[in-house]
């Protein structure tokens, strides 16, 4: 137990020893908490006064910061007006500062600096003419403006300088036009372009369409808003249009628009009129390439002369081509000329009335070169023998007036005067063309030449009638298209080009020519009215009157048969043979009856002619010789045969002296003929040769056997040659 005891006791120190420790350190910690609290206490007393002073400080600094915005809205003011007194200062300096630069002109490298000098002054002349109270404005205001008129000329030259050198030449050839070949004599010139209508899709529907298009579109043919259906049809791409059919260079582009936005800044308008100057110059150029002369006189002026045609009957009714005529290509061309350099101001320009003051200026100093060719053309085709200068007027009436309709609103820029003036050119051609009908018409009806060929060929006029009619066929939808306009203007052709084609072509009526073959009453065919005023049916039927006066007063029978036959077959060939043959093949134009009529009539030609060798045929006639022995003959039959054999020998002798000079130039015709005389005369002539040859009759018995039959067959063979020999 002792031990134990003596254990606790030191335990229990060690345990006083640690409370006692802990209580020191507790009595340390509330002493630091007094003496916190304490400086708490001292330093919230402290931040109360902090707070006054800041307070105090704020609102010190407000006040300094209300005196310091006044200050600097003062200074701000001060600054604002020292600027515009700057502003003011330098506006009235504007013709000092610049004065050297635009009076010294434009140099190579100073073009850009001109320009904005030129700027400086328009803005000057601008601010001053809305402030004009202040006293030297005036004078600083016509300084200026001398200054912007010397600027403006300057650049005016430059802009013209630069057009000239950026304008790429309007060669015709590459817009897809040449001039016409030289001709042969007597044939008619050609234009290389076969449809002057194919570049008509460029034409815009209107001014204001064109001028929302660039160039590079109208050049390659696109219309407005033609995105879409170009998208949808496939196709090989269009070349570029700027390197085809641009009219300035792409660079020149930029120039020219720089200096015109700056004209239009400065109020200046000369420009346009020189623009379009250089224009016309260059257009007129281009239009004169085209050798507007050569197009006046470019087909014979009258067809070759019937007597002169020793040709087949194949090549006889073969159609001549009527080629495009060039003065058509050339109005194509100035009309695709026209509307190119409306897309050209519409890009260089961009004001719609300057556009059409431009176009205006260029349509009035380039339509003269079209309109006097065209009146010489007119005049000319007018004067030509027989009216056939028609063909030539219809064609370029029936394309300038798809052309002049086709670009209507750009000919109607400005104001009406320039497609006025088209269009009078147009119905030129119409009159002109009405003209030449009246004197075709009246060169049918009124040719009454006493005097017929001396071969009895085919007549200048069934020859100059047929070409016609053929040619006329070719030119029928221009005299359908005439007729038309006749009928619903009151100008134009209205006089026997609308009598000529009041039926419509190709329909040509029926009619019965039955009494075709009667010479002397060609003009009573039993025709309607409505069919006589078709213009085939009527030069047909002046044509078959005019003949059958002809051959009425022709003494010599013979001539005048022979005379017939070969116009009148010459006539029916024409019609069985292209063009006229497919407008004969309609049921409605009665072929069969107008190729019975000249059949019978041919039929009874070759009858009439015929009886003319019924004397001949009368001496040979074996029936009419009464022998009763040929070893014996008396004197009487002697004679009989001496009189029969002589008298045959005159005659033919006679007719051969009289037609062996008469020509029929169809070789199937003279094959007919010749056949109907050796009928008539060979086959009974080898029977009384045969017959009476050898009988003794005479002691001289060729004197009178002048013919045997091969002599006599091979002496009618020469027969309707045309040789005199």
């Not at 016609?468 to 080009?497: M, P, V």
């Not at 009157?545 to 002809?550: P, S």
Request: net charge neutral; proline share 5%.
């Amino acid at each position: 137990m002792s031990n134990v005891g003596s254990l606790a006791a030191p335990q229990q120190q060690q345990q006083q020893l640690q409370l006692d420790a802990g209580w020191e350190r507790l009595e340390g910690v509330r002493r630091q908490v007094e003496s916190g609290a304490a400086l708490s206490t001292q330093l919230a007393e402290l931040m109360r006064g902090v707070d006054g002073r800041l307070s105090q400080l704020e609102r010190d600094v407000s006040d300094v910061h209300r005196t310091s915005s006044h200050l600097q809205l003062v200074h701000n003011n001060i600054d604002a007006v020292l600027d515009s007194v700057d502003r003011k200062l330098a506006v009235f300096d504007t013709a000092a500062s610049v004065q050297p630069t635009i009076r010294a002109g434009l140099r190579g490298g100073e073009v850009e600096a001109y320009v904005q000098c030129l700027d400086r002054v328009g803005q000057a002349i601008s601010y001053l003419t809305r402030n004009k109270q202040f006293k030297s404005s005036s004078a600083a205001l016509a300084q200026l403006k001398e200054l912007r008129d010397v600027g403006v000329e300057q650049c005016e030259q430059l802009f013209g300088a630069l057009l000239v050198r950026h304008s790429i030449p309007l060669d015709p050839a590459r817009f897809g036009y040449t001039a016409p070949a030289a001709a042969a004599p007597g044939e008619p010139g050609a234009a290389s372009l076969t449809d002057p209508t194919r570049r008509l899709q460029r034409t815009p529907s209107s001014l204001q369409s064109l001028a929302s298009m660039p160039a590079a579109a109208i050049a390659a043919g696109q219309p407005p808003s033609s995105s879409a259906s170009s998208a949808a049809t496939p196709g090989p791409a269009e070349p570029q249009a700027e390197d085809e059919y641009a009219l300035i260079r792409a660079e020149g582009i930029g120039e020219l628009k720089r200096l015109v936005a700056r004209f239009v800044s400065l109020g200046a308008s000369k420009y346009i009129v020189d623009y379009a100057d250089k224009r016309v110059k260059a257009i007129n150029s281009a239009l004169r390439r085209l050798s507007p002369d050569k197009m006046i006189a470019d087909e014979p002026a009258s067809p070759a002369p019937a007597a002169s045609q020793r040709q087949t009957a194949s090549s006889s009714s073969s159609a001549a081509a009527v080629p495009v005529h060039p003065f058509a290509s050339c109005v194509s061309f100035y009309l695709c000329l026209l509307t190119h350099e409306a897309a050209l101001c519409a890009e260089l320009i961009n004001d719609a009335a300057s556009i059409d003051r431009c176009l205006s200026h260029i349509i009035e100093h380039t339509s003269p070169l079209l309109l006097d060719t065209a009146d010489s053309i007119n005049i000319l085709k007018k004067s030509v023998d027989k009216g056939f200068g028609v063909f030539v007027l219809l064609e370029l009436w029936s394309r300038c007036s798809r052309l002049v309709q086709q670009h209507h609103q750009l000919l109607m820029v400005d104001d009406e005067k320039h497609f006025l003036r088209l269009t009078a050119m147009v119905e030129d051609f119409a009159a002109g063309a009405d003209k030449c009908l009246e004197d075709f018409d009246s060169y049918v009806r009124t040719d009454y030449g006493k005097q017929l060929p001396p071969d009895g060929t085919v007549h200048e006029l069934t020859s100059n009638a047929c070409v016609f009619l053929k040619r006329l066929y070719d030119g029928r939808d221009a005299l359908q298209e005439l007729r038309a306009s006749a009928s619903t203007t009151a100008s134009g052709a209205g006089g026997i080009a609308a009598e000529f084609t009041r039926a419509p072509l190709p329909v040509l009526h029926a009619c019965c020519l039955g009494c075709l073959g009667c010479l002397g009453c060609l003009g009573c065919l039993r025709v309607p009215l409505a069919a006589r005023r078709c213009v085939f049916v009527r030069v047909l039927l002046q044509l078959s009157d005019n003949l059958a006066a002809k051959a009425k007063r022709e003494k010599k029978q013979a001539l005048a048969n022979v005379f017939m036959l070969n116009n009148l077959h010459y006539i029916d060939k024409t019609l069985r043979s292209p063009p006229l043959s497919s407008l004969l093949m309609l049921p409605a134009a009665g072929l069969k009856e107008f190729s019975k009529g000249i059949e019978r009539s041919i039929s009874e030609q070759r009858d009439i002619y015929k009886a003319s060798w019924k004397p001949a045929l009368e001496l040979i006639n074996s029936d009419s010789v009464k022998i009763k022995d040929k070893a014996k003959l008396s004197s009487k039959e002697k004679d009989t045969l001496k009189a029969k054999f002589k008298g045959f020998n005159s005659e033919i002798q006679e007719l051969f002296n009289t037609q062996r000079t008469y020509f029929i130039p169809d070789v199937e015709l003279r094959k007919v003929v010749r056949s109907d005389i050796q009928a008539i005369i060979v086959r009974p002539y080898a029977a009384f040769y045969d017959s009476f040859a050898a009988v003794p009759f005479s002691k001289n018995q060729g004197k009178y056997v002048a013919y045997s039959k091969d002599t006599l067959q091979a002496m009618l063979a020469k027969f309707f040659e045309g040789s005199a020999a």
